[in-house]
């Protein structure tokens, strides 16, 4: 995948070049993020090799957030909140579904049954819940009102953001520090052929990769709306899909590899952990930050034809994950599920977010 940082530099002559064509520039912008995130997941895996398989599924998600965050930062800036709304349930769905189908089939392929910590699966597919029910409440609460509902949809959002803030961080006492056992896995590092690389190496390849990944973000989030219009798509689709997908990259690249190693401890908290993280701290962080940075205030109202995706792929990857146990079939599953969802919002390109 080196070869597509050749798209760095173009796309950087084509931004100051030719401005105007922008379905090349998103789509240029977008292959370059692609071995940078692949990078990044390298950089987070040979960390993970020192931390263990909590620590490190923690920090791949949390760096492989960081292009979902820049990009979502760059459109709140922009005020395209129907884009950030769609790429926060893009990315929960994209995980739980896309990344952690992908390294159940991959990793199915190689090994006939894999095994994880189902108590560990367990609290992580509980947290999910959670998430999905703070997405159901605020969209509730605007339906039951409708145009009365917009003078609370903000404080109510800023206070359910908060709560979502401290439970996440106890979260993460419970997963590093109380119950680490739990996500620990039973991987021994003794068993690779190879030490890790060194982590201050490790380290300097993630800071300029997040940085490289930001510049890029900025030049894609400037290109959505009028790349989507040429290729007759909806933003709603586009942020849910593509947007994720690219933002996913580091996350799917990782689960795969780690997955391939029958490691599949590490790729749940990778793919499922990086759903909560989004759905608990970016989403959250983001509400809060729009009151500063937006051109106006971003609620957690999301449209009802998101609230239920994301509600479907947790319904059925708590299903997946509740035995400790997976093989290539329940990869096929999530990656089925996932499929449809795209074919259903790619048949309403022009699906408003409210």
């Known amino acids: 995948m080196n070869w597509l940082l050749l798209f760095v530099p173009v796309t950087i002559a084509l931004e100051h070049l030719a401005p105007e064509r922008h379905l090349l520039i998103f789509v240029s912008s977008g292959l370059a993020i692609l071995p940078l995130a692949a990078w990044m997941g390298r950089a ?6 020192r931390m263990g398989e909590g620590v490190g599924g923690l920090l791949n998600a949390t760096f492989g957030n960081a292009a979902e965050l820049i990009i979502a930062l760059a459109a709140l800036r922009e005020g395209l909140y129907d884009v950030v709304k769609a790429s926060i349930a893009g990315s929960i769905v994209g995980n739980i579904l896309l990344v952690l189908g992908a390294a159940m089939t991959m990793g199915g392929m190689r090994h006939r049954e894999q095994t994880f910590n189902p108590q560990g699966a367990r609290a992580q597919a509980t947290m999910m819940t959670l998430a999905a029910i703070t997405l159901v409440l605020p969209a509730a609460y605007q339906a039951a009102l409708g145009k009365e509902a917009m003078q609370g949809l903000v404080p109510l959002s800023v206070s359910i953001s908060i709560v979502l803030l401290v439970v996440y961080a106890l979260y993460l006492a419970f997963s590093l520090v109380t119950h680490s056992a739990l996500f620990s896995g039973s991987h021994d590092p003794r068993d690779e052929p190879s030490s890790p690389s060194p982590a201050g190496r490790a380290a300097a390849v993630l800071a300029a990769s997040t940085a490289v990944i930001a510049w ?6 400037g290109s959505i709306q009028p790349a989507a219009q040429s290729l007759g798509l909806g933003s709603v689709f586009v942020g849910v899909f593509i947007v994720a997908i690219l933002g996913n990259a580091a996350e799917h690249a990782t689960a795969v590899t780690v ?9 749940l908290s990778i793919a499922i952990g990086s759903s909560i993280q989004v759905a608990l701290f970016v989403a959250p962080v983001l509400v809060l930050l729009s009151l500063v940075i937006g051109p106006r205030p971003m609620d957690l109202a999301f449209p009802a034809g998101l609230v239920l995706i994301v509600l479907l792929a947790v319904l059925i990857s708590g299903q997946v994950a509740a035995d ?11 990656l089925a599920v996932y499929v449809v969802l795209g074919l259903t919002f790619f048949f309403m390109p022009n699906l408003a977010p409210h």
């Open 44 to 49: 987070t895996e040979q960390l993970a090799e």
């Open 216 to 221: 890029m973000s900025e030049i894609l989030v």
């Open 259 to 267: 997955a391939l190693k029958d490691r599949m401890d590490l790729a």
């Open 324 to 334: 400790g146990r997976s093989d290539w079939l329940k990869g096929v599953q999530l």
